[in-house]
């Protein structure tokens, strides 16, 4: 693969001497999905698909942009002097946004790059792609400009602040920093309110996790996503009357149901119990494994769907139908949406025999209902963000 990028950045920019090649992983959320902005657990794991930037430095100002995902654009181009958020500069908002972000962060950088994308997580597929994107360029600016007190969990807050800050979407911090500190094999538990985390190893020798996408268009993500973060704000706010708690994920179900009339409006009080609930079974979910108890995991991801649909209302009957389809096959242990919903993928967990009933059935089955056909994919769990 580097190979043929580099090749392909030569027949781009004439030569590719002085090139290096960058990659950032997409993510799957095995479970704790709308609990990261929360302060609550999450746990996800890098793929092995995601982006790839090459790059080299300039000697001016100037800035280059490629992506092979839209070639119809050619090569466009920017100044560091001009470090705007623009609808028209489309994907290139994203190295713009980085290289503001650093700016903001007090790295100055004088030197301008040539660079050319190549992106091969399905698009729309709520995957992480848009995280992979900054983590990779958060990455590349690291090491093409030996910027050395940066770690990998800065490049990873540098991604989530550009998201905030220069492109509006008030996503937590769950998909940068499994693109940024993912691990082969293994999952990441990761507490939101501090960063720390652990890697849980899942073991694949019996079981298979089975990524199932919806080709449901997740329209008007980004306003429905900030909408759901505003509520869960709102019910803090009630709540922080009579306890003194800075975030959803800070109270135990048990805390959390003697507090709960405070919140007036019927919504906020289904919203906040999906982030507390969630919250409590991702910690249930790791506990579980530890123990070796899949079952248990599994019952756990299929009432992580169904708070997600009742309560945070962010499935849709797609990401329903799906569902329902994959825990109908014999041997699917547990199904659930991943990531922010409204359109996306399903993660399913089962025995590994079970995985050609469970694409004909499924796949058949939700065409029938939706209309929709479905694509499966196999997780595979790679490393995280890294120069090849
Ligand atoms: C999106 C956001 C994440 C997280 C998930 C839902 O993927 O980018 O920060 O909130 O939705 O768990």
Redesign the pocket.
């Known amino acids: 693969m580097k190979q043929e990028l580099l090749k392909k950045f030569e027949e781009v920019y004439g030569s590719s001497e002085g090139a290096r090649v960058y990659f950032a992983p997409g993510?799957v959320?095995l479970i704790?999905?709308?609990?990261?902005?929360n302060g609550g657990h999450?746990f996800p794991c890098a793929l092995t698909i995601g982006t790839y930037v090459v790059a080299r430095k300039r000697e001016d100002k100037k800035l280059q942009f490629y992506s092979m995902n839209y070639p119809e654009n050619g090569i466009t181009e920017g100044t560091l002097g001009d470090l705007k958020y623009r609808r028209s500069n489309g994907w290139t908002n994203y190295p713009i946004g980085i290289l503001w972000t650093y700016a903001r962060k007090g790295y100055k950088i004088h030197n301008g790059f040539d660079m050319m994308l190549y992106g091969n997580i399905p698009s729309g597929a709520?995957l992480?792609t848009?995280?992979s994107i900054g983590v990779a360029l958060g990455l590349m600016i690291r090491e093409m400009f030996g910027i050395d007190d940066i770690t990998n969990t800065d490049i990873a807050l540098f991604g989530?602040y550009a998201?905030n800050e220069f492109h509006g979407?008030n996503?937590?911090?769950?998909?940068?920093f499994a693109s940024a500190m993912g691990k082969k094999d293994y999952a990441i538990f990761l507490d939101t309110s501090d960063l720390r985390y652990e890697y849980a190893p899942i073991d694949m020798s019996e079981y298979a996790l089975v990524i199932t996408n919806s080709h449901k268009a997740r329209g008007a993500f980004d306003a429905k996503?900030n909408e759901r973060?505003m509520e869960c704000e709102r019910a803090l706010a009630e709540l922080q009357s009579v306890i003194a708690i800075h975030s959803l994920g800070e109270l135990t179900p048990e805390c959390y149901e003697q507090v709960k009339e405070m919140i007036v409006e019927p919504v906020l009080v289904r919203r906040a119990a999906h982030a507390v609930y969630e919250n409590q079974r991702t910690i249930d979910a790791i506990k579980a494994l530890k123990e070796n108890d899949i079952m248990k995991f599994g019952q756990l991801m299929i009432e992580s769907h169904k708070s997600l649909k009742e309560n945070y209302e962010?499935t849709g009957k797609e990401l329903d139908v799906l569902v329902e389809e994959a825990l109908k096959v014999p041997g699917v242990i547990g199904s659930r949406m991943?990531?922010?919903?409204f359109g996306g993928c399903t993660v399913s967990l089962m025995k590994k025999d079970a995985v050609e009933m469970f694409t004909i059935e499924v796949g058949k089955n939700y065409t029938e209902k939706t209309g929709y056909y479905a694509d499966f994919y196999n997780v595979e769990m790679g490393d995280g963000a890294r120069v090849l």
């Not at 991943?338 to 919903?341: E, I, L, N, P, R």
């Open positions: 993510r959320n704790g999905d709308h609990t990261d902005y999450v709520g992480g848009s995280a989530q998201e979407i996503c937590g911090i769950m998909d940068q996503y973060r962010v991943t990531g922010g919903g």
